[in-house]
């Protein structure tokens, strides 16, 4: 019986991400201008991007408030050194909870300010928490979490070119 209850918590998780952004950077037309240097989706309505996952649960791991942590890291296609990416969440701050779930709570903390990501290693984005008294066969749904992205460091110093970066979020247990 304990076997089974064990391998109930190590689930897979899957994280859905719907929608991108393509940085919009004006032209300079003026010797001695620079560009502003910062560009963000949060003004754009049309680039919502969207983050959902779930979490699911047993008694051991409900009663015992486990988690997880959405993580994130980019991987380029063509980029510069020079140039920084941020991730900001916004929205959403609980989940909901489907199953048999006694004084159950989900919810999300963290990434509410832009943090850097890497491209070399995984960094923390936010966390995603499960806990409750009881239960049996439950399942924490995240949708609808908000994303906000941030280019930095756009300058005339760095070579006219396009480039392109694929950022890559993974759920890891707590």
């Known amino acids: 019986m304990m076997l089974l209850i064990i391998s109930c918590g190590l689930k897979a998780q899957l994280v859905t991400v719907s929608g ?17 240097g910062t560009y963000s989706n949060a003004s754009i309505p049309t680039t919502t991007i969207t ?11 409900v009663l015992a408030g486990k988690g997880a942590k959405m993580t994130m890291r980019y991987t380029s296609n063509a980029w510069n050194s020079s140039l920084g990416l941020s991730a900001k ?24 300010s832009f943090i850097p990501i890497q491209s070399a290693s995984d960094t923390t984005f936010f966390n995603l928490n499960f806990a409750g008294v009881l239960g049996v066969s439950n399942t924490a749904n995240f949708s609808d979490i908000n994303l906000i992205l941030q280019l930095s460091g756009v300058s005339v110093t760095i070579p006219a070119a396009p480039y392109s970066a694929r950022i890559i979020f993974t759920v890891v247990a707590n």
């Open 89 to 112: 969440r916004t929205g959403t701050t609980t989940g909901t909870i489907s199953g048999l779930c006694v004084l159950c709570t989900a919810t999300i903390s963290g990434g509410d």
């Open 20 to 36: 991108d952004w393509a940085a919009s950077i004006p032209a300079i037309t003026e010797a001695g201008s620079n560009y502003a």
């Open 51 to 61: 983050l959902s996952t779930t979490l699911s649960g047993n008694f051991l791991n």
